[in-house]
């Protein structure tokens, strides 16, 4: 009976002891709490983001409506030379209004020269294209590589903030006087991280994109190349 009692207690102990554990202890953390506590280097990074943001937004439709393609485009293109109707191949690219036509647009209007020198001006033109579309991702890589640092600049002023309130409390240290400072150097390393990864992987993606586009101006450019060789030599 003795033993009954002493494991009916022991279990007592245990399942108040689970429940104390199963508590919580601490309030849930509010982000936006967290967030002001960083300071203004916080207001640093919100800004950074919402640039960030908004150039991969406004690259990314354009580049969206810069990768669509007209399967037949090409085709139309060789029909009008081989007609010799440049004038109507002219306004086609025109109305397409893409970088592949705008760039064989540029080559139509200077069909009457060589070969080459059809060549080396589509080529310009595509660059011109090319560099067009990069519109805004250099910003978008510097905030990439600038969002961290910013972060650790607040881990910084945050930790000097902490030392030197520690060393006017002098003896009265009090971990409450510690706490601004501490928040600030921690919480402004999470942000300038945050912002730095999420720029960075944005970044690689309109890359990407850019890419693409440039490649299918490569493949159309040589495509048109061959029209102009197979005209120039049929004449």
Not at 36 to 54: D, F, N, Q, R
Not at 130 to 142: Q, W
Not at 148 to 160: E, N, Q, R
Not at 169 to 197: H, P, Q, R, W
């Amino acid at each position: 009976m003795v033993l009954k009692i002493q494991f009916a207690q022991v279990a007592a102990v245990a399942q108040d002891s689970i429940m104390n554990l199963t508590e919580p202890v601490v309030e849930g953390i509010n982000v936006w709490d967290l967030a002001l506590k960083g300071g203004w280097i916080m207001l640093v990074l919100a800004l950074l983001s919402v640039v960030g943001v908004y150039i991969f937004f406004e690259r990314f439709s354009v580049l969206r409506k810069a990768m669509k393609r007209n399967p037949l485009f090409m085709e139309r293109i060789h029909d009008n030379v081989k007609d010799d109707d440049i004038k109507s191949a002219t306004n086609y690219c025109r109305n397409e209004n893409t970088p592949v036509s705008r760039v064989i647009e540029k080559g139509l209007k200077n069909f009457r020269l060589s070969a080459d020198a059809i060549r080396e001006t589509v080529d310009n033109s595509a660059n011109l294209e090319v560099a067009i579309l990069e519109k805004g991702l250099p910003i978008l890589s510097t905030i990439a590589a600038v969002g961290p640092m910013i972060g650790f600049l607040g881990t910084v002023t945050g930790m000097v903030q902490a030392f030197w309130e520690m060393s006017n409390a002098g003896n009265n240290i009090d971990v409450s006087l510690l706490s601004g400072g501490i928040y600030e150097a921690m919480i402004t390393t999470v942000g300038g991280l945050i912002v730095g990864i999420i720029a960075i992987f944005a970044y690689n993606y309109l890359v990407t994109l850019v890419d693409k586009v440039q490649n299918d101006l490569e493949a159309q450019i040589i495509s048109f190349m061959e029209i102009v060789h197979e005209k120039k030599e049929n004449k």
